[in-house]
């Protein structure tokens, strides 16, 4: 499955605003993280940072769907 | 209740305004405003952007919680983005509730929560011309120490 992953701030710097992963089927978030980190400029990324599935943070064992919108959040700093 | 992720300057006047009632006995309005340091470089603006339909998604939610949890539907919250010059206010909360205690209660709870989950970012410029994204876990740093 061909998930788009959208990226923002120190990760967007790293990895682009947006960036497509082929993974199996049934991945999860943990399989977005582990490609994402096995990318060339996937060494910005922390061990395990905060995944977002259709605007809501999800759990590393959330099994994506076709079409979910992904995200991968840095550390939030607002206020 | 209301919130917004807006591009304009904000008017903490207006949101007081908009949550004052008769019923209400106490007013708070907290604005964030952007601060001339931190951690000990001399900041001379910052940038602050967002994963902007999550983000205002997620502010709903806060502002909800806090509505429910302080029985008050007297909250109004907006987060500006864009690039802000020193002392610009980047936040407004304002809270009206018939008695002080729970007004201030949920405005601390709405800045907190913010704070905590609303995936907004913000790009420091220091004086030295050098800027940075501001990271409050450090996981930066921990990202760069791996091997």
Redesign the interface.
Known sequence: MTVTV?L???YA?ALGPSVELELGEEPTVADVVTGLSSLPAG?????R?LV?VN???ATYDHLLRAGDEV?V??????? | MRTAVVEHPLDPAALLAEVSRSANGAAIVFVGTVRDVNDGRPVSGIEYSAYSSMAGRELDAIAREAAAKFATPDIVVEHRLGALALGDASVVIAVAHPHRGEAYEASRYVIEQLKRRVPIWKREHYTDGTREWVDPTGQARLAEARP
């Open positions: 959208l923002f701030a120190s710097d060494r910005a990324l922390p061990p940072p977002a605007q809501s943070y995200a959040i840095p550390p939030v700093a607002g206020g």
